[in-house]
């Protein structure tokens, strides 16, 4: 497998990594590791974690997702994997509700407790990359990196980056960064994917422009361009069919990543995707692989036989054609995914 250097920074990671937040609730404990294991044979060296994972998030079962790669990551040498996590901030997005008691801030406080927590839990005394989960409105932003300049001086994280940023985050973050010599955001985690380009607005030219890689999250937009959804079907134990009939918050997330616009981009893109003799996981990853930018896409699963579709997308170069399709059938489509 092709590997692509992150940023500015040494670190050369597997075009695809695999993303850890089903490890410990829709995958037990045996099928992550024998998922781990499958990846590491197939030479992804990347895995990403975090301090909530696994997901849902509930308080009782927070950092349960970093124990089980923790075991894993015991049974093969240190320097083999690229190992990334990160401090979950103030829980945006649909993480509505805190799983851990008192404040889930980016201050210092909880920056230094968390990543004393997360080194525990993975059994590891440094992390290749350390990421902030969610930007935090309210405490910043200087603070914030200033408490993870010092986590890089200590020798406890090598690089830093974050998680689910818009354009003018980032940037703010990039000039606090230069104007006080801390370190910087070297990588952005952010959901990427055919059903959601808006990555590319703004955030694109930022990635390119100040060498920031993309760790492309959900480029199978949660399944949902598997085609598994088409024709109304709701899949036994699929995410989104347990999800809709949950509360509010998660009903919200099932219409937003299902929903006419993305199964529709579902749909056509399949075609195109069989006409090269492609599966549509294969396809929507190789698509995400095809953008400049990205450094890694990190994909998940709940079994062994779920990763075969898309590893192989390391192996996939989609022809001009293929990507002139695909962008103007996206051109056509509004995208409701934010």
């Known amino acids: 497998m092709k590997q692509r250097t992150l940023g500015r920074t040494g670190l050369r990671v597997s075009e695809i990594g695999i993303g850890t937040m089903t490890f410990g609730t829709m995958a037990d404990e045996a099928t992550s590791l024998r998922i781990l294991d499958r990846c590491f ?72 407790r968390a990543v004393e927590g997360s080194l525990r839990r993975l059994g590891t005394d440094y992390l290749d990359l350390y990421q902030t989960h969610w930007p935090d409105p309210d405490v910043p932003v200087e603070e914030t990196l200033e408490a993870l300049d010092r986590l890089v001086e200590a020798g406890k994280v090598r690089y830093v980056g974050c998680s689910n940023e818009n354009a003018h985050g980032l940037m703010r973050s990039l000039w606090m960064a230069d104007r006080n010599g801390t370190v910087r955001f ?48 709701w899949p036994e134990g699929a995410r ?56 890694s896409a990190l994909i998940g699963a709940t079994s062994e036989t779920q990763l075969e579709e898309t590893l192989a997308a390391a192996e996939v170069t989609l022809p001009p054609e293929a990507l002139a399709a695909v962008d103007e059938l996206s051109r056509e489509i509004r995208h409701p995914m934010g």
């Open 41 to 112: 044979e197939a030479g992804v060296n990347f895995l990403d974690a975090a301090e909530i994972y696994p997901i849902p998030p509930r308080r009782e079962y927070a950092g349960r997702t970093e124990e089980i790669c923790g075991k894993w990551l015991r049974e093969r040498p240190r320097d083999s994997v690229i190992v990334a996590t990160k401090v979950a901030g103030p829980l945006g997005g649909w993480f509505l509700a805190p799983i851990r008691h008192g404040t889930t801030a980016l201050d210092r406080h909880h920056i230094e």
């Open 186 to 233: 070297e990588t952005i985690q952010n959901n990427f994917s055919l059903a959601n380009r808006h990555f590319e607005d703004e955030l694109a030219r930022i990635c390119r422009e100040e060498r920031i890689s993309l760790l492309a999250y959900s480029p199978l937009a949660a399944g949902v361009l598997t085609g598994k959804y088409l024709g109304g079907n």
């Open 240 to 295: 989104f069919t347990r999800y809709r009939d949950g509360d509010a918050r998660v009903k919200a997330m099932t219409r937003r990543f299902v929903n006419e616009g993305t199964l529709r981009t579902a749909e056509r893109m399949a075609e195109v995707a069989r006409g090269l003799g492609l599966a549509p996981a294969t396809f929507a990853v190789a698509w995400v692989l095809s953008r400049d930018f990205v450094g």
